[in-house]
Nanobody, 120 residues
C-alpha cells in the first residue's frame, strides 16, 4: 500500500518561499511509469495542478506557475519537494501530493493534504 504524506509550514509570509515535502512509503519514487505531483485547491475553486517530477527525475510545471515553481526529489529519503517562490495571499490553499500512474492513466494515491496560508 503506497502512502503519501505532506509536511511543511502552515503559514508563510508574502514574498517568501513556500516549501513542502511529500514523503512516500510503500513504493519507490524511481519506479517506472509513475509521476509524482503537487496539486492545490483554494477555497471556492477547483483543484489546480502545480507540477510534477517523474520516475526519471524530470520535472514539469503548470505554465501559470512555472516562473515561481521548482520540484525536486531526494531518492535516498524517497521524498519529493515543492518550492513556490514570491508567494501571495492567492497562493493560500490546501496542497496535496499525488501519484499519477501512466498505466492506469489516473491518479491512484493521494496525500491527506496540508493547509498553507499566506499572510503577514
Amino acid at each position: 500500500q503506497v502512502q503519501l504524506q505532506e509536511s511543511g509550514p502552515g503559514l508563510v509570509k508574502p514574498s517568501q518561499t513556500l516549501s513542502l515535502t511529500c514523503t512516500v512509503s510503500g513504493g519507490s519514487i524511481t519506479t517506472s511509469n509513475y509521476y509524482w505531483n503537487w496539486v492545490r485547491q483554494s477555497p471556492g475553486k477547483g483543484p489546480e495542478w502545480i507540477g510534477n517530477i517523474d520516475y526519471r527525475g524530470s520535472s514539469g510545471y503548470s505554465p501559470s506557475l512555472k516562473s515561481r515553481t521548482s520540484i525536486s526529489w531526494d531518492t535516498s529519503k524517497n521524498q519529493f519537494t515543492l518550492q513556490l517562490s514570491s508567494v501571495i495571499p492567492e497562493d493560500t490553499a490546501v496542497y496535496y501530493c499525488a501519484r499519477f500512474s501512466e498505466l492506469k492513466r489516473a491518479y491512484d494515491y493521494w496525500g491527506q493534504g496540508t493547509q498553507v496560508t499566506v499572510s503577514s
